[in-house]
Protein backbone atom coordinates (compact mmCIF):
# COMPACT_ATOMS: atom_id res chain seq x y z
CA UNK A 1 0.00 0.00 0.00
CA UNK A 2 1.09 3.67 -0.20
CA UNK A 3 0.10 6.90 0.91
CA UNK A 4 -0.33 9.80 -1.12
CA UNK A 5 -0.34 13.39 0.40
CA UNK A 6 -0.64 16.08 -2.34
CA UNK A 7 -0.10 19.59 -1.05
CA UNK A 8 -2.96 21.50 -3.90
CA UNK A 9 -4.51 24.78 -4.25
CA UNK A 10 -7.23 24.92 -1.98
CA UNK A 11 -9.66 25.94 -5.06
CA UNK A 12 -9.09 22.39 -6.53
CA UNK A 13 -9.71 20.59 -3.86
CA UNK A 14 -13.51 19.45 -5.41
CA UNK A 15 -11.98 18.53 -8.88
CA UNK A 16 -9.92 16.92 -7.24
CA UNK A 17 -11.76 14.68 -4.83
CA UNK A 18 -14.10 13.77 -8.08
CA UNK A 19 -10.87 12.68 -9.82
CA UNK A 20 -10.37 10.10 -7.10
CA UNK A 21 -13.65 9.41 -6.93
CA UNK A 22 -13.51 8.63 -10.50
CA UNK A 23 -10.96 5.90 -10.03
CA UNK A 24 -13.04 4.23 -7.45
CA UNK A 25 -10.86 5.66 -4.07
CA UNK A 26 -13.37 5.78 -1.35
CA UNK A 27 -11.58 7.67 1.61
CA UNK A 28 -9.53 10.49 2.17
CA UNK A 29 -8.38 12.89 4.47
CA UNK A 30 -8.22 17.02 4.43
CA UNK A 31 -6.30 18.98 6.06
CA UNK A 32 -5.61 23.07 5.94
CA UNK A 33 -2.16 23.70 5.46
CA UNK A 34 0.45 26.58 4.85
CA UNK A 35 3.59 26.36 3.02
CA UNK A 36 5.74 27.55 0.50
CA UNK A 37 8.13 26.57 -1.82
CA UNK A 38 10.61 26.87 -4.41
CA UNK A 39 9.23 30.82 -4.30
CA UNK A 40 9.51 31.94 -1.06
CA UNK A 41 9.81 36.04 -0.62
CA UNK A 42 7.93 36.28 -4.26
CA UNK A 43 5.38 36.79 -5.56
CA UNK A 44 2.48 34.23 -6.00
CA UNK A 45 -1.65 34.80 -6.70
CA UNK A 46 -4.30 33.22 -4.79
CA UNK A 47 -7.82 34.66 -5.37
CA UNK A 48 -6.33 36.98 -7.35
CA UNK A 49 -4.63 38.43 -5.20
CA UNK A 50 -0.83 38.55 -5.05
CA UNK A 51 0.98 37.43 -1.87
CA UNK A 52 4.98 38.36 -0.70
CA UNK A 53 4.65 35.88 2.23
CA UNK A 54 6.36 32.88 3.62
CA UNK A 55 3.34 31.26 4.17
CA UNK A 56 0.15 30.53 1.59
CA UNK A 57 -2.84 28.70 2.45
CA UNK A 58 -2.97 24.98 0.86
CA UNK A 59 -4.95 22.07 1.50
CA UNK A 60 -3.31 18.93 1.79
CA UNK A 61 -5.10 15.37 0.63
CA UNK A 62 -4.01 12.01 2.14
CA UNK A 63 -4.95 8.93 0.32
CA UNK A 64 -3.81 5.17 1.52
CA UNK A 65 -4.66 2.80 -1.43
CA UNK A 66 -2.93 -0.39 -2.60
CA UNK A 67 -0.20 -0.41 -4.83
CA UNK A 68 -2.12 -1.26 -8.18
CA UNK A 69 -3.62 1.65 -8.02
CA UNK A 70 -1.32 4.59 -6.72
CA UNK A 71 0.02 5.58 -10.09
CA UNK A 72 -3.85 6.51 -11.08
CA UNK A 73 -3.91 8.08 -8.31
CA UNK A 74 -1.14 10.16 -8.74
CA UNK A 75 -1.81 10.66 -12.40
CA UNK A 76 -5.51 11.82 -11.30
CA UNK A 77 -4.67 14.39 -8.81
CA UNK A 78 -1.81 15.56 -10.96
CA UNK A 79 -4.32 16.42 -13.92
CA UNK A 80 -6.74 17.63 -11.80
CA UNK A 81 -4.65 19.79 -9.90
CA UNK A 82 -2.56 21.23 -12.63
CA UNK A 83 -3.15 25.04 -13.48
CA UNK A 84 0.67 25.58 -14.94
CA UNK A 85 1.11 28.39 -12.88
CA UNK A 86 3.72 28.64 -9.63
CA UNK A 87 2.68 26.88 -6.50
CA UNK A 88 0.81 24.08 -8.05
CA UNK A 89 1.79 21.94 -5.24
CA UNK A 90 3.41 18.76 -4.59
CA UNK A 91 2.95 14.90 -4.00
CA UNK A 92 4.75 12.82 -1.82
CA UNK A 93 4.09 9.11 -2.08
CA UNK A 94 5.34 6.56 0.72
CA UNK A 95 4.87 3.22 1.90
CA UNK A 96 2.53 2.23 3.98
CA UNK A 97 2.90 -0.70 6.28
CA UNK A 98 -0.27 -1.66 7.78
CA UNK A 99 -4.05 -0.57 8.06
CA UNK A 100 -6.64 -1.17 10.30
CA UNK A 101 -10.22 -0.78 10.13
CA UNK A 102 -11.33 -0.33 13.86
CA UNK A 103 -15.26 -0.87 13.17
CA UNK A 104 -14.32 -4.45 11.61
CA UNK A 105 -10.81 -5.22 12.40
CA UNK A 106 -9.64 -5.84 9.13
CA UNK A 107 -5.66 -5.48 8.53
CA UNK A 108 -4.30 -4.40 5.45
CA UNK A 109 -5.81 -3.56 1.66
CA UNK A 110 -8.78 -5.10 3.05
CA UNK A 111 -8.77 -2.04 5.70
CA UNK A 112 -8.27 0.36 3.65
N1 LIG B 1 10.07 20.12 -0.31
C1 LIG B 1 8.87 20.29 0.24
N2 LIG B 1 8.57 19.72 1.41
C2 LIG B 1 7.35 19.88 1.96
N3 LIG B 1 6.38 20.59 1.43
C3 LIG B 1 6.63 21.20 0.25
C4 LIG B 1 7.88 21.08 -0.40
N4 LIG B 1 7.82 21.78 -1.56
C5 LIG B 1 6.59 22.30 -1.61
N5 LIG B 1 5.87 21.95 -0.52
C6 LIG B 1 4.50 22.31 -0.21
O1 LIG B 1 3.80 22.40 -1.43
C7 LIG B 1 3.24 23.69 -1.60
C8 LIG B 1 3.30 24.07 -3.05
O2 LIG B 1 4.65 24.04 -3.49
P1 LIG B 1 4.98 24.64 -4.90
O3 LIG B 1 4.03 24.07 -5.90
O4 LIG B 1 5.05 26.14 -4.81
O5 LIG B 1 6.44 24.03 -5.12
P2 LIG B 1 7.60 24.64 -6.02
O6 LIG B 1 8.76 23.70 -5.91
O7 LIG B 1 7.82 26.08 -5.64
O8 LIG B 1 7.01 24.51 -7.49
P3 LIG B 1 6.55 25.72 -8.46
O9 LIG B 1 7.83 26.26 -9.05
O10 LIG B 1 5.67 25.06 -9.47
O11 LIG B 1 5.81 26.72 -7.63
C9 LIG B 1 4.07 24.58 -0.68
O12 LIG B 1 3.32 25.72 -0.28
C10 LIG B 1 4.34 23.64 0.47
O13 LIG B 1 3.21 23.57 1.32
MG1 LIG C 1 6.30 27.48 -5.76
Do not use: N
Amino acid sequence: MKKIEAIIKPFKLDEVKDALHEIGLQGLTVVEAKGFGRQKGHTELYRGAEYVVDFLPKVKIEVICSDDLAERAVEAITAAARTGRIGDGKIFITEVQDVVRIRTGERGEEAV
